[in-house]
């Protein structure tokens, strides 16, 4: 009775897993893409059953030959790695000394890595230091022509505070601008001007201070610089007062 009781329990437990496996619901195909995964397959792909089409005998005969063939040669290379493993054990070449070779390759490997990073870090060290010196005399470049600007730009603006100065002597303030008035009624500057077709100008005549006699009203173009009056040129007038200040002087 008590023997029986594990076995019971064993074949309770193997008959779902038994009825799992014939089940046929382990068969069953993904459903195509659209339909809903709930739905179960449709009952001509549910019992469709694929009949395999039977092989010639040759063609039989010729694949159990390969495999045969290939079985064969797995177990030929099999005992041919046994062989070199049992005479390397014989010879004093076993696991342990595998071991012990492979420790040392790992070693000699380690210290050859080893030595190429330090000739790799002397390298690096070396091109840093030649890239830093580079680096340096570009920096004191910028910094020496940023300094030879700020000098240019010094010395520009001095020179402009200077040409400032030098011309404040003749600005009109609260001390001398009764007589800038005075000097520039006695000394009017005539800024007026008209050019002809051969590119001559033609100032006008400096104003009258005092008006003498009955002044004349303008009537059209009565004072127009252009009805054949005898004009004269920049030039001329430069030299007709040129001569009248000889005169004056004489």
């Known amino acids: 009775m008590l023997g029986h009781k594990p076995l019971c329990r064993v074949l309770n437990h193997e008959l779902p897993l038994s009825a799992m496996l014939q089940?046929?619901?382990?068969?069953?195909?993904?459903?195509?893409?659209?339909?809903?995964?709930?739905l179960p397959p449709s009952k001509k792909v549910l019992y469709h059953v694929v009949h395999v089409p039977w092989q010639s005998p040759?063609?039989?005969?010729?694949?159990?030959?390969?495999?045969?063939?290939y079985n064969n040669a797995v177990i030929s290379l099999k005992e041919v790695f046994r062989q070199e493993i049992q005479q390397a054990e014989a010879a004093g070449k076993g696991l342990e000394a595998m071991k012990e070779e492979e420790d040392e390759e790992l070693n000699r490997l380690i210290a050859e890595n080893d030595r190429i990073n330090k000739e790799k870090a002397?390298?690096?060290?070396?091109?840093?230091?030649?890239?830093?010196?580079?680096?340096?005399?570009e920096i004191l470049s910028e910094i020496e022509d940023?300094?030879?600007k700020q000098q240019k730009m010094a010395k520009e603006a001095s020179e402009e505070v200077r040409a400032a100065i030098e011309r404040s002597r003749n600005f009109v303030?609260?001390?001398n601008l009764e007589a800038r008035i005075v000097d520039a009624l006695e000394n009017p500057t005539v800024y007026d001007f008209a050019i002809d077709r051969q590119g001559r100008k033609y100032y006008d005549p400096r104003p009258v201070k005092y008006q003498e006699g009955v002044p004349t009203r303008q009537k059209g173009r009565l004072f127009d610089r252009t009805l054949g009056v005898a004009q004269s040129t920049s030039g001329e007038e430069e030299q007709g007062e040129r001569e009248v200040t000889k005169a004056s002087g004489a």
């Open 23 to 38: 089940s046929r619901n382990l068969g069953r195909r993904v459903p195509n893409q659209g339909k809903p995964p709930i």
């Open 146 to 148: 940023a300094l030879q």
């Open 58 to 69: 040759e063609d039989v005969k010729e694949l159990l030959w390969r495999r045969h063939v």
């Open 173 to 175: 303030d609260k001390a």
């Open 122 to 137: 002397e390298a690096r060290a070396i091109r840093e230091q030649a890239e830093w010196k580079k680096t340096q005399l």
